[in-house]
T-cell receptor, first 116, second 114 residues
């Protein structure tokens, strides 16, 4: 069964450094997302992406964050200047368009980002 | 304020019994509700989706109900097995917020003992 793949599985970085988290969504999916989960807390929406632009973003997704789909297969999340509070598991997800709203999200297994 | 609440305490049941997990929400008018399973260190895995005009959905040993008057969804696993042990998340999509801006609950951990 096709799956969403994320790399790396674990990223350690120093505060203030830039990180890029990478994802390969399922190939025929059209909607792409980033969610994050701080240890022991809820899964939180960051951003959705469709037709090469951001369709929606949360208040967490400030100017330090950006997303890109550079080559038609990869989907990346960049954090320009990491803070300690950015330490979390970052999940990429993708979905098909449905005839009705509410197509299931297919999540990757995440990148654990540790900011020291 | 808007809230999605799931039992924060783990639910312990014996193999073969039916597990029932609860998701309550306040100050939302969700267009639909989804249930996901999450294993430690892994991403959520989609299980079932139920829309606001549906009362019940089934898939194999799983059943979801959705009561928009009570603002509650119940998730049932019948004939539970130790392999069902995981954290189960409910997620809402608010009407009018666009595609898949899901708001997740904190999840309920289910432990099924042999």
């Amino acid at each position: 069964e096709p799956e969403v793949t994320q790399t790396p599985s674990h990223q350690v970085t120093q505060m203030g450094q830039e990180v890029i988290l990478r994802c390969v969504p399922i190939s025929n999916h059209l909607y792409f997302y980033w969610y994050r989960q701080i240890l022991g807390q809820k899964v939180e929406f960051l951003v959705s992406f469709y037709n090469n632009e951001i369709s929606e973003k949360s208040e967490i997704f400030d100017d330090q964050f950006s997303v890109e789909r550079p080559d038609g297969s990869n989907f990346t999340l960049k954090i320009r200047s990491t803070k300690l509070e950015d330490s979390a598991m970052y999940f990429c997800a993708s979905s098909l368009p449905g005839r009705q709203r509410g197509s299931p999200l297919h999540f990757g297994n995440g990148t654990r980002l540790t900011v020291t | 304020s808007q809230k999605i609440e799931q039992n924060s305490e783990a639910l312990n049941i014996q193999e073969g019994k039916t597990a029932t997990l609860t998701c309550n929400y306040t100050n939302y008018s969700p267009a639909y509700l989804q249930w996901y399973r999450q294993d430690p260190g892994r991403g959520p895995v989609f299980l079932l989706l139920i829309r606001e005009n549906e009362k019940e959905k089934r898939k194999e040993r799983l059943k979801v109900t959705f009561d928009t008057t009570l603002k509650q969804s119940l998730f049932h696993i019948t004939a539970s097995q130790p392999a069902d042990s995981a954290t189960y998340l409910c997620a809402l999509a608010r009407r009018g917020t666009g595609f898949q801006k899901l708001v997740f609950g904190t999840g309920t951990r289910l432990l099924v003992s042999p």
